[in-house]
C-alpha cells in the first residue's frame, strides 16, 4: 500500500510559478512510476508528466511540454512537478498518482495504483 499526500498548491498570476511535491509513505517508492495528472472543472482528469522509477526516463503532455519539469528523490520518497510560464488552462486539480504502467500513463486508459487526495491550483489572469 502506498500513500501519497500532495502539496505545494495555490494562487499564482499568469506567468508565474509554482512547485508541487508529492510525499510517499509506504514501502518501495522506488519501484514505481510516478506521475501527475489534473482536472479542471467540468473536464476529464488528463495525463500532466510521467518518470520512470529511477528518474532516467520523463513524458509530458503536449499542453506542458517545456513549461513543466518532473523530477523525483528516491532517498525522499518524494516527487516534484515544477510548474513555469503558468496560465489559466493551467487551472485545476492536481493529482499525484504511482504506478507501473509507464506507457499506459499517457494512453486513453492510464492504468494507475495510487492517488494522492489532490491539490488545488489556480492561476489568475
Known amino acids: 500500500q502506498v500513500q501519497l499526500v500532495e502539496s505545494g498548491g495555490g494562487l499564482v498570476q499568469a506567468g508565474g510559478s509554482l512547485r508541487l511535491s508529492c510525499a510517499a509513505s509506504?514501502?518501495?517508492?522506488?519501484?514505481?512510476?510516478m506521475g501527475w495528472f489534473r482536472q479542471a472543472p467540468g473536464k476529464e482528469r488528463e495525463f500532466v508528466a510521467v518518470?520512470?522509477?529511477?528518474?532516467?526516463?520523463?513524458y509530458y503532455a503536449n499542453s506542458v511540454k517545456g513549461r513543466f519539469t518532473i523530477s523525483r528523490d528516491n532517498a525522499k520518497n518524494t516527487v516534484y512537478l515544477q510548474m513555469n510560464s503558468l496560465n489559466s488552462e493551467d487551472t485545476a486539480v492536481y493529482y499525484c498518482?504511482?504506478?507501473?504502467?509507464?506507457?499506459?500513463?499517457?494512453?486513453?486508459?492510464?492504468?494507475?495504483?495510487?492517488w494522492g487526495q489532490g491539490t488545488q491550483v489556480t492561476v489568475s489572469s
Open positions: 509506504g514501502r518501495s517508492f522506488s519501484s514505481y512510476i
Open positions: 498518482a504511482a504506478g507501473s504502467d509507464y506507457g499506459s500513463w499517457y494512453g486513453p486508459l492510464p492504468r494507475v495504483d495510487y
Open positions: 518518470i520512470s522509477q529511477i528518474g532516467v526516463s520523463t
